[in-house]
């Protein structure tokens, strides 16, 4: 994202995305140690199945 001073480019044009969320999960995953990070992704991966297997058992 660009910057100008202390406003982001979205503010000056709302059309244009705001990845500061994106910026902070990218921070947290870096100071994070590698067992953290398998632990993290362990747990993404079981609630990604848990997720699909709702959707596509109830998908009718």
Known sequence: MRQVGNSKSSDF???LP???GELLAAKDEAS???AQK???R???KEANRALMKDVL????
């Open 18 to 20: 705001n990845h500061s």
């Open 57 to 60: 058992c109830n998908k009718k």
């Open 42 to 44: 362990a747990r993404a």
């Open 13 to 15: 044009d709302p059309s």
């Open 38 to 40: 398998v632990a993290a």
């Open 32 to 34: 994070m140690s590698a």
